[in-house]
């Protein structure tokens, strides 16, 4: 088959959405497909251009066999708005005004919350009268809705009429976790045309020994380490971490990511010395970072509708430590760590009740053994790798058949 896959984030990124599609074009590209994917500049989590990739407006290239056809977009250092709706503009204009220069697919796949992505794909798909199949690992208009973003409720009006456009156009629609269910419904959406898709564990899992990393950051044998990894966004309300720090100066907090919150929070934890911002690591020191760390937490705000599973959480299962979820009790992320059985968690931005479950973890290493082995098991029931790319060759072939009828 020849497959255009539309995601606005894709490899270098290694945190987020672009692991999953880059692992999912390079499986196809593996499986003797033709693949294409049309993409964005790399610019996330730090959201700015990667350096490799300044000044450049269209580049094509070959990785792993994918050929990936580059389009240039802003890149909003501040999440206004007016900001992000010229992001995706800029994303979108540049997509359909340049679409990749390839021949007729038999599939467009297109990763969501990116809305530029979401509508390019659903025009290409019917540009070239084949199936079309948005996978929505995020809904930008309920993101927006309650993340505090200047202006968050006009742009969440536009962003869900923007989105239901997009859904209700396709073939059939991929959800990561049914807590999506019904806004995606809501949009006009007939049910039996949705299907799960959930994300896999994208990592290794880690290999040498604990201390050895350990000794490499720094971290004291005795000291209490709870990591936080991944994108450090209005989102996540990583200042609850910053509290538990000032609340307890024996308990180390490490911030390891980037983000356009990440500035905000070293003038936050300016005067917390047991707070540490850490810069992202390569991918082979990756899981051996996590497995060094006691505790792995995912925190979010409380206004947040937590419909969707953040991405760390595969790699933080994967790692073999425990969790402490600061996040809605009803959401998505709060399902996951109880179907997982590898974490506990406490209310959202509340910095007491996270250090209380730190704490209890600390003081019973067996627990906290217990809960951290749950993760590697979850994965391997759950969130192979195998199992999660064959969901995606699964939805092509429905919705080729589907497109024949």
């Not at 959405?17 to 196809?28: F, K, L, M, R």
């Not at 000032?246 to 934890?269: A, H, I, W, Y």
Request: glycine share 8%; aromatic share 4%; net charge neutral.
């Amino acid at each position: 088959m020849r497959l255009l896959l539309v995601s606005t984030n894709y490899a270098p990124e290694h945190t987020g959405i672009g692991p999953y599609a880059t692992q999912v074009a390079e499986h196809w590209a593996a499986q003797g497909h033709e693949t294409h994917v049309l993409a964005g500049m790399p610019h996330y989590p730090a959201w700015s251009v990667d350096p490799a990739y300044a000044g450049k407006w269209r580049q094509t290239e070959l990785r792993a066999e994918v050929t990936i056809h580059r389009r240039r977009h802003t890149v909003p250092r501040r999440q206004t708005a007016v900001q992000r709706a010229l992001f995706e503009g800029s994303v979108l204009a540049h997509s359909l005004a340049a679409p990749p220069r390839m021949g007729r697919p038999d599939a467009v796949v297109a990763q969501l919350p990116s809305l530029a992505g979401g509508i390019a794909g659903a025009r290409l798909a019917a540009r070239w009268k084949v199936p079309y199949i948005p996978v929505v690992q995020d809904l930008m208009g309920a993101a927006a809705e309650q993340s505090g973003i200047q202006g968050g409720d006009r742009a969440a009006a536009v962003a869900g009429r923007v989105e239901a456009y997009a859904l209700r156009r396709a073939t059939l629609v991929g959800m990561i976790h049914e807590t999506f269910t019904e806004r995606v419904a809501a949009m006009g959406v007939p049910r039996e045309r949705m299907r799960i898709v959930p994300n896999w564990s994208h990592v290794s899992a880690p290999s040498r020994p604990r201390d050895e990393m350990r000794a490499r950051l720094g971290w004291g044998l005795g000291e209490t380490i709870v990591l936080h990894s991944g994108n450090m966004g209005l989102k996540q309300g990583l200042e609850v971490l910053v509290e538990t720090a000032r609340l307890d100066p024996k308990t180390r907090v490490v911030l390891m990511g980037d983000g356009n919150q990440r500035q905000p929070l070293e003038r936050l934890s300016a005067d917390v010395p047991n707070l540490e911002m850490m810069q992202p690591v390569g991918d082979e020191d990756f899981p051996e970072v996590l497995a060094a760390a006691d505790v792995l937490a995912v925190t979010q705000r409380a206004s947040v509708l937590d419909m969707s599973v953040p991405s760390k959480l595969t790699s933080y299962f994967a790692a073999g430590r425990p969790v402490v979820a600061s996040v809605a009790d009803s959401g998505g992320t709060a399902q996951e760590v109880r179907r997982s059985g590898a974490g506990v968690l406490v209310p959202p931005e509340d910095p007491a009740a996270l250090l209380a479950a730190v704490r209890e973890l600390a003081a019973d290493p067996e627990a906290s053994r217990k809960l951290g082995a749950a993760g590697p098991r979850h994965v391997a029931a759950h969130l192979g790798r195998a199992a999660g790319l064959a969901r995606y060759d699964a939805l092509i072939e429905e919705a080729a058949r589907e497109s024949d009828r």
